[in-house]
């Protein structure tokens, strides 16, 4: 981003009069111009093309140009690098220019949005890109808001105004301002015109829900606070007019100053191919070298006998120089091992397989009409690679619908769902709701199983009335009523808004608010309390509270929040409720450890019981307050809020002095139900071994419990190890403990087996081989000790080796601390999934960010790298999209390097019998069209389109996502591979020519051997051989790669008899010399002869070598399609004896289950059941996959996966 105004020092205060633009001018303030573009007509090209050659790429391919221009060592003409380079700037640079052109088209939209601006007393339409800091303007309802500004006056009653916010946060409930009482009661714009208070406030910053400042006025001076705030890119809603003195602009403004660049990321494959580029070219110098040093031989030895008729260039006075000069040419000659169309064909296939993300119909979210979005192009294949997911619970697990479920008052248990007898009603037994038709204003859409909450608030207890009272009065939503009766509540949390609507079904009905009342119908009578305080929830205080002073002139406060802290912070007198509440817990508690809450009140029983069902729980207490004493904490609170310094810490700790010895009232339980789909897609990811740790804000009850509910957590798992420890000794203690029972249960079932391989590079130990499923639970507390530096390695060692972790009670900050601890040991490719602010630091720490558009707003979305709005589809993100993406790009990237090694050693070879001349084997052109239009399309098209199996196989068969993670298919070794194949095309390629034209003839009886003839058969033979091997790559044929590999090959012919027609050398004879030798050539016998020999001993080599891997050592992936056609044979022979009448199953061999354990059963490899068909062709092999071998070289296979026992537990999933 950049500024329209000029650059500034940073700001240490902000100084603002109103209405006085000449004051404010001497500060040199941004003005409310934004500019998101980079370029001008005028940049364009020297800023575009100095951010391109800052890539080592096109630097490296500026450097051989430039090399090429010098005429003493360029044997090629300049055309054969500058036309790929220039192809490939240009290409970037339409892409940069439309990107840029968008923003401009945005930036202008923005700027020329008009806004009335009080100058000289009068209204008056201005562009926003006009409006300047200390200007007075004037917002109407549903006007975005232009700048940040103070909210003056308002049309509401106590200057009021109601204003969205989802462009800041996502959030699209309403939210309430309201303007400082002095301001609030200048209504006309001549009031206005006279105001000239003076803004003494903090500089601009990022912080959206922050702001500090001070108004002088008439001599006074009155605190100001986020409050009295309404912040650019808001919405003004509800609210017929406002004025506002615009604070900060443009640039300064807090959206503009959270719309930094995200951290730019890179795949492995990037890296690696880096790595491999610098090899490529260390290979290429030492070519250089090993030519050079020949061509100084051949001259010092052989070439000085024909000075006579072949003198040395002008210059050249030695055999040296001469090899010095042949060095430089080589290099020019061999740069085409690494061609610059690399790298475009590589972002040419991830933007491909982009927009198929974006494209699937199946990951389109009908109900929010969300479809799936990948938010960058960079990282597909990773999606491919990945071994850890890292999800947030709440509402990425879950639904974040919430649903008031249960509670507890005066230490009773509400909510449970009884039959006749009284007993609890099993699931499905649910008798008919509780009937809320005696109140009209009862929302219909709520459901409450338990008539006796609503009998207790019929027969007047008066612990209920209150526990009601406490929830239609302490919290901040919003009420609307579009018509008599017609309640809209619109709630900052979906929390929130559940509470506030219980309490209206049971008959406390919060109806409206000012700033300084709230009014509710209690039980059909309107009561009206005075507001007088709101200490607002953060995620430090994790609670808030209001306090009201009801009509009979009693003052309380009232609270609500989480358990940990509200307990706490009860009157002594509480703990007497503790002899007359039932031991829920005794029937509910799950074995897994002491409990979170330690206190022994009542409700914490039933907190526990609460949590234990999964539910989300609060606690709400209250306590009476004296009017002296409110009186002076009030005057201490109004102090504090106009402090010049630490205002936020002086409040609370008032905040914290009045939020002591409070009452008991009760605990509220929500039901936040899993998302459709989860348990599947965690099973289905697990057997892809990718393992998933939850972190979570939540109690450890509650996630524990979600745990169990989407099959992360199973009864079937050896142990559950539970972390709470309070200081370093005890969680270190605790780890270490956890360790010792995997140790030693693994010795047990190894019966005495050691572990002799050798453990892999990544942070491993035996830990990673042990027996047995385990599952880690770890809180907040204890996490915080973990994480520090002589422990992290202790905690990732233990985590690692459990099969499931979940992380309670976590912060965002240590959400990242975690998955950087992950990337740092493990070396393995992280996925962080979430749907609110709090993710955010997590995805962006990951490797890849996934953000769920869900009911949180669409920060976490606007963080990742991808979206889509349930968590289901993650199965299908990485086991197709992400599995296809790895393989396509790394075969597009083996058949790459393979075809230029084929291509540009056959210049090495001829090297040798051309007196190391620098003498190129084909002409320049061919030179120049051989990655450009010969060979790139069908390997692009296969880079996009390719599959090895179908995408249903992919989601059935979770094992075949292993190649990845485990980074087999373009790695060094197959890099090497690829070399080694290119090389030996090109012995072959140039020798079996050389051989057959050594004393090949004509028809004519002529010697076929010249130097043009020769070309036009190499250049011929590589054409067709790479065209072969790139049908032989291909398993997924479709009409674009057809027409691609026949086409490039019809295009070749077509250009090389154009080429070498009498016309073009009409046009160009300087150019094109050798009329008719294409067609001369390629009407010899013999040349076809060669042709068809070259190809085939290029070709059957590979084709036998994959028919004996096929066999001998088959992929995960030949057996998935070779079992698919013993079912369609099978399927087939069903058919043909039903057909005969005799009756039979239609399952195949080969079927299995598609509900339970189907995944494992088949592709674990531990116990495959092939048909009899596929038996007899599979016995003499190993029973395990090859990739559980490696796994276990890897140290990341349990030993026991294989044995019986395992078997058997599979067998009963």
Known sequence: MERCAAHRAPEEERRVRANAREYNEKFQYASNCIKTSKYNIVTFLPVNLFEQFQEVANTYFLFLLILQLIPQISSLSWFTTIVPLVLVLTITAVKDATDDYFRHKSDNQVNNRQSQVLIGGVLRQEQWMNVRVGDIIKLENNQFVAADLLLLCSSEPHGLCYIETAELDGETNMKVRQAIPVTAELGDTSQLAGFDGEVICEPPNNKLDKFGGTLYWKENKYPLSNQNMLLRGCVLRNTEWCFGLVIFAGPDTKLMQNSGRTKFKRTSIDRLMNTLVLWIFGFLVCMGVILAIGNAIWEHEVGVCFQIYLPWDEGVHSAFFSGFLSFWSYIIILNTVVPISLYVSVEVIRLGHSYFINWDKKMYCAKRRTPAEARTTTLNEELGQVEYIFSDKTGTLTQNIMVFS????????????????????????????????????????????????????????????????????????????????????????????????????????????????????????????????????????????????????????????????????????????????????????????????????????????????GLRTLVLAYRDLEESYYRDWSERLLRAGSAPEAREDHLARLYDEVEHDMMLLGATAIEDKLQQGVPETIAILTLANIKIWVLTGDKQETAVNIGYSCKMLTDDMTEVFVVTGHTVLEVREELRKAREKMMDASRSVCNGFSYQEKLSSKLTS????????????????????????????????????????????????????????????????????????????????????????????????????????????LQRLLLVHGRWSYLRMCKFLCYFFYKNFAFTMVHFWFGFFCGFSAQTV??????????????????????????????????????????????????????????????????????????????????????????????????????????????????????????????????YFAILFTMHSDGLFRMFPNQFRFVGNAQNTLAQPTVWLTIALTTVVCIVPVVAFRFLKLDLKPELSDTVRYTQLVRKKQKTQHRCLRHAGRAGSRRSGYAFSHQEGFGELIMSGKNMRLSSLALSSFAPRPSSSWIDTLRKKKGCEGSGAGSPGGADKILKV
């Open 406 to 613: 249960k509670c507890s008052v005066n230490g009773h248990s509400y909510g449970d769902v009884q039959d006749m007898l009284g007993h609890k009603a099993e699931l499905g037994e649910r008798p008919e709701p509780v009937d809320f038709s005696f109140n009209p204003l009862a929302d219909p859409r709520f459901q409450f199983w338990d008539p006796t909450l609503l009998e207790a608030v019929k027969l007047g207890d008066l612990h209920v009335h209150e526990f009601f009272r406490l929830l239609s009065l302490c919290h901040t939503v919003m009420s609307e009523e579009k018509s008599e009766g017609e309640l809209l509540y619109k709630a900052q949390s979906p929390d929130e808004g559940a509470l506030v609507t219980a309490a209206r079904n049971f008959g406390f009905v919060f109806r409206s608010r000012t700033p300084k009342t709230i009014t509710v119908q209690e039980l059909g009578q309107a009561v009206t309390y005075q507001l007088l305080a709101i200490l607002d929830f953060n995620n430090i205080r994790k609670r808030m509270s209001v306090i009201v002073r009801s009509p009979e002139g009693k003052i309380r406060l009232y609270c609500k929040g989480a358990d940990t802290i509200l307990l706490e912070r009860l009157h002594p007198i509480n703990q007497d409720l503790s002899s007359i509440t039932t031991e829920h817990l005794n029937e509910h508690r799950w074995g897994l450890g002491t409990p979170a809450v330690s206190a022994s009140t009542p409700s914490s029983d039933h907190l526990q019981e609460y949590a234990g069902e």
């Open 922 to 1051: 084909y002409d320049q052109y061919f030179i120049t069209l051989y990655n450009i239009v010969y060979t790139s399309l069908p390997v692009l098209a296969m880079g996009v389109f390719d599959q090895d199996v179908p995408e249903q196989r992919s989601m059935e068969y979770p094992k075949l996502y292993e190649p990845g993670q485990l980074n087999l298919l373009f790695n060094k070794r197959e890099f090497f591979i690829c070399i080694a194949q290119g090389i030996y095309t090109s012995i072959l390629m140039f020798f079996i020519p050389y051989g057959v034209f050594a004393d090949a003839t004509r028809d004519d009886g002529a010697q076929l051997a010249d130097y043009q003839s020769f070309a036009v058969t190499v250049a011929t033979s590589l054409v067709i051989v790479v065209s072969v091997q790139i049908g032989l790559d291909t398993g997924f044929w479709t009409a674009i790669n057809h027409f691609f590999i026949w086409g490039s090959l019809a295009a």
């Open 766 to 873: 035996v830990l990673e081989a042990i027996a047995g499923e385990y599952a880690l639970v770890i809180n907040g507390h204890s996490l915080a000790h973990a994480l520090e530096a002589d422990m992290e390695v202790e905690f990732l060692e233990t985590a690692c080796a459990c099969k499931a972790v979940i992380c309670c009670r976590v912060t965002p900050l240590q959400k990242a601390q975690v998955v950087e601890l992950v990337k740092k040991y493990k070396k393995a490719v992280t996925l962080a999934i979430g749907d609110g602010a709090n993710d955010v630091s997590m995805i962006k720490t990951a490797h890849i960010g996934v953000g769920i558009s869900g009911q949180e707003g669409i920060q976490a979305v606007l963080a990742s790298d991808y979206s889509f709005s349930q968590f289901k589809f």
